[in-house]
């Protein structure tokens, strides 16, 4: 099963220890191996400590964690079950599934919609802080993992979160016409997209100056940053988007270094 990190600490890590392990095999100063080694505990040490620092996930969500990472996402792909990739490392993880629940609650979102839903779990974190008569748009293209957070939603009986089948523009389109606007957006669905939802975002006045838009992944692995790593189009695509939106006065914008890169963004007026 695919246990690919996305997150920058994460990448560091494992290539340190394998240029550790390599630096083992020959003579070499120890001192140069000790200092490696602190490296490496460095890079595990951010997001150890983030966890261990962060409030514990409810037992809902532990489940749905423990659901998602033991779940045979490959096979289900090699068996043409899923529609496409998917991967347990695509779940947003404890802390940014409170920082998204803290979110909900600082604003007191009672719309909120979701580009990407995967197996529900950052939908569900969310959830938990929802005011009364608050719901959750969940949008997700592939039919697989709509089923998978289908059952779990429905054996936890939540019924705040409505999910929406198909792709993420074709479902903005059509909340269009349905006169809404959302206290809090979270982007997480096809990264080379992220400039065109933001568009519609506004163009069809489904945020305004008080909703909150939440973007992840915006570091994608370090590829829009890192002059050494393999970019490719989402990666060119997502580096112009966080320098548009910085320098944008039309937005308030902060990246936070946040798993795999955080952003937070609200229009100025």
Known sequence: M???TYSPYGIISERLK?????????PIDKSLLYQLYGCISLADGVENHLEESTSPESE???NLSRLTFEHDWDLALEKKKSSGFLGSQMLCGHVEGQFLKMLVTITKAKKILELGMFSGYSALAMAES????GEIYACEHNPYAIKFAQKIFKKIQENRIKIKNGPALETLKKLTCKDIIFDLVFIDATKSQYPEYLEILIKNSLINKNSLVCIDNTFLQGKVFSKLENTNDSSKIM???NLNIARNPKFHAVMLPLRDGFTLLKLNK
């Open 60 to 62: 809902n969500l532990s």
């Open 2 to 4: 695919s246990q690919k």
């Open 239 to 241: 580096r112009k988007f």
């Open 18 to 26: 394998r240029i550790y392990s390599e630096l083992e095999k020959v």
């Open 130 to 133: 929802l005011p009364k008569g």
